[in-house]
């Protein structure tokens, strides 16, 4: 066939045929593309680092307690519970889907900790692994709601958060709390476990190093596969900016008490989930039928897998988020998972930047959604306003959130963007 | 493109429909068809709109069940529950309604479902495959890196023509492939479906444009009605095949054909 090839302008890159398009590189091309991106209404992390920035600002002019190392130290401590959570609503969210439930799944999940742990006398593993599979079996079940009945998601998440809170009630008992021992390694590691400075700093150089590696390797693929190759220029810059970043961020924390072990792990999941959604054929399906289930459908993907999957996923970190909660509160009770749990996590994913409509999102997005919500909460705690405050500046943060974008999904479909 | 598949001796047949039928509630869409794909050949399904036409390659395409009939493939009956179950039969389809995800690049379009290492894809090779895919079918598509959403009704159409010769298919079938088409384009298509069947790869095509059927198709199997309304060769008369498409000698077409014949006998 290779002679019906009609390759225009031989000797070009494979991919540079087209003399219409603007082939951006180095820095200044980056920075091009970068606003251009930004101006036809796909915002990606923009917002929620805008976001950051500003909450910083008004919360250390209102109480410089806020940015003090300490404080610091104890947002990251109460990030992960809540960070667990997103991370799965940012999977249902992908689909264009939704689970309400997750708080009362992740107050059961402490139950049941308490109950097989404490109550029962099991190891702590079997109680993680107890609870863990309690997650995933409500996730087959919204599933097979979802597949086999074509119940809306959120309808049956919604009865999921009345049943759910129903069977932690029922199996926390009359006492309705259990508490769990400030010397248990679960515990130390919710409220005291801090990573060694070393490992902290080791961490924080390690994505800019492998920034820099991958660019490397990938343009050596490209330019071996006769593909154009955006430089490595643009990889330093970035790797410098992420290392700096870091490593400050570290050296800040390691004033007080540094990196907690809890965030530490939660930040391995955010990795391994975007690895999942952006490197493999099942992260791929997920955009695919977020974006368009019937034309998933028909390139052969199994679209009911799929979204068994991703309520599974959604319930299993939820379950997870709920034993680091019980881990954070040394408790197991009836309060666990209630309140403002549900929409925090699901502010959180929306925040940083995952769609609400489907196709569109990362795992990132839990890590910095939660890091604003948390920091909201905190500032808000610092300067002694009630919940009821709490709740409102909560939810109008969500609101504005959702707002963004809405009209940021407007704009891209008039620039042609999807 | 370059591995072919098992090729097959031309003339044998690969694909065999019968008493096909498709009911949608109360709306037969679809009534005892039958159709035979041999390797080699391409077949022309022409009928008037809501003919069925569109049904029938969502039947074979594991779209839709059929309510009634049996399928053939390469003579083993064959039971098409899901599109990938056809699609891992070495049919491939090219809809009339595209089914892109506008939310994701050229490349994770042209690849889907069918990614290069799935637990580590290899977006390298899967983009230097997609660049030698589209230049074979000379499409103009300016990146491949953008999302399908930025392209024309055209680009999407090559872009969807590609992805269906991917999995190196026994039977290609297209939904009025050429419908959103420029004049190039068209040809370029058409270049495309000779090759493939040149290849020893059966065609389904289908086309309102009675030139472009004319042009490739080795048969010409008219539906009317969701019923088969006869077989006819590129050889047969305009006029013939407008009546079995349109059910007539009685019809819009004749009656503006004579009309024209006699405008020139007066003029
Ligand atoms: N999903 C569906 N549900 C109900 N009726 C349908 C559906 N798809 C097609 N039909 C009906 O089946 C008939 C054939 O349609 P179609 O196959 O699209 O025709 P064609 O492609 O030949 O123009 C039409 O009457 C149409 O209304
Ligand atoms: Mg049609």
Not at chain 1, 201 to 227: D, E, F, H, K
Not at chain 2, 70 to 93: H, M, R
Not at chain 2, 189 to 206: K, M, P, T, W
Request: aromatic fraction near 6%; glycine fraction near 10%.
């Amino acid at each position: 066939m290779a002679q019906d090839m009609q390759t225009k302008a031989t000797g070009a890159r494979l991919d540079q045929g087209d003399s219409r398009v603007r082939h951006d590189t180095g820095l200044s091309g980056a920075l091009r593309g970068f606003v251009d991106r930004v101006s036809s209404g796909d915002l990606g992390m923009l917002p929620v680092v805008v976001g950051l920035v500003l909450i910083s600002v008004v919360f250390s002019l209102l109480n410089p307690v806020f940015l003090a190392p300490a404080n610091l130290v104890n947002v990251l401590f109460d990030a992960a519970a809540v960070g667990f959570i997103a991370l799965g609503v940012v999977c249902v969210l992908l689909l264009g889907e939704i689970d309400l439930s997750i708080g009362s799944m992740s107050g059961l999940s402490s139950a049941i900790i308490g109950v097989l742990w404490i109550n029962t006398g099991l190891p702590l593993a079997v109680a993680i692994a107890g609870s863990l599979a309690m997650g995933a079996l409500v996730g087959v079940v919204y599933g097979v709601l979802r597949n086999k009945f074509e119940m809306p998601s959120f309808v049956a998440t919604l009865s999921g958060l009345l049943a759910l809170l129903g069977l932690q009630l029922y199996i926390l008992g009359p006492t309705g709390s259990i508490n769990l021992p400030f010397s248990s390694p679960l515990v130390r590691f919710g409220q005291i476990l801090i990573m060694p400075a070393w490992l902290s700093y080791l961490v924080a150089i390690l994505p800019g190093v492998l920034i820099v590696i991958g660019a490397v390797r990938t343009n050596a693929q490209r330019t071996a596969a006769n593909l154009s190759s955006p430089g490595i220029s643009i990889a330093i810059a970035k790797a410098a900016v992420l290392t700096l970043g870091l490593v400050f961020a570290v050296y800040y924390l390691e004033l007080s008490r540094g990196v907690p072990w809890m965030f530490g792990v939660f930040v391995m999941f955010v990795v391994l989930l975007d690895y999942a959604l952006v490197r493999t054929q099942w992260g791929r399906s997920m955009f695919a039928v977020g974006g368009n289930a019937e034309a998933a459908r028909r390139s052969g993907i199994n679209v009911q897998r799929i979204r068994m999957s991703a309520f599974m996923v959604c319930s299993t970190f939820a379950a997870l988020g709920g034993v680091f909660a019980a881990a954070r509160l040394a408790s197991a009770s009836q309060q666990a998972g209630s309140g403002d749990v549900n929409l925090n996590a699901i502010a959180a994913a929306v925040i940083g930047g995952t769609s609400l409509f489907g196709g569109r999102g990362s795992a990132w997005s839990a890590l910095l959604g939660v890091l604003v919500i948390m920091a909201i909460s905190n500032g808000l705690t610092l300067l002694n306003l009630s919940s009821s405050l709490r709740y409102m500046i909560t939810g109008g943060v969500l609101a504005v959130a959702v707002i963004v974008d809405s009209l940021a999904r407007r704009s891209r479909a008039s620039h042609g963007r999807a | 493109m370059e591995q072919a598949s098992a090729a097959h001796a031309p003339g044998e047949l690969i694909l065999r429909l019968r008493g096909v039928g498709k009911k949608f509630g109360a709306v037969t869409a679809l009534e005892d068809i039958d159709l035979d794909v041999h390797a080699g050949e391409v077949v022309a399904l022409v009928g008037d709109n809501g003919a069925g036409k569109s049904t029938l390659v969502k039947v074979l395409a594991g779209v839709h069940q059929p309510t009634s009939g049996t399928i053939e493939v390469q003579g083993k009956a064959v039971t098409l529950d899901t599109p990938g179950k056809a699609l891992e039969l070495g049919i491939a389809t090219v809809f009339q309604d595209l089914a892109l995800c506008e939310n994701l690049d050229v490349v994770a379009n042209l690849f889907l479902g069918h990614e290069i290492s799935p637990w580590r894809m290899d977006e390298v090779q899967m983009e230097v495959r997609a660049w030698t895919l589209l230049q074979e079918l000379a499409a103009r598509i300016p990146s491949v890196r953008e999302p399908i959403a930025s392209l024309s009704g055209g680009q999407r159409q090559t872009v969807a023509i590609a992805r269906s010769l991917l999995l190196e298919p026994q039977i290609i079938m297209l939904d009025e492939p050429t419908a959103a088409l420029g004049v190039a384009q068209t040809a370029e298509v058409l270049n495309l479906i000779e090759r493939v069947r040149a290849r020893g790869h059966g065609v389904i095509l289908i086309s309102h444009n009675m030139e472009d059927v004319r042009a490739v198709a080795d048969r010409i199997v008219v539906l009317r009605l969701g019923k088969n309304n006869g077989v006819y060769t590129a050889e047969t008369s305009h006029q013939e095949l407008v009546a079995a498409i349109t059910g007539a000698n009685e019809n819009a077409v004749s009656r503006r054909a004579a009309r024209k014949l006699e405008e020139v006998d007066q003029g």
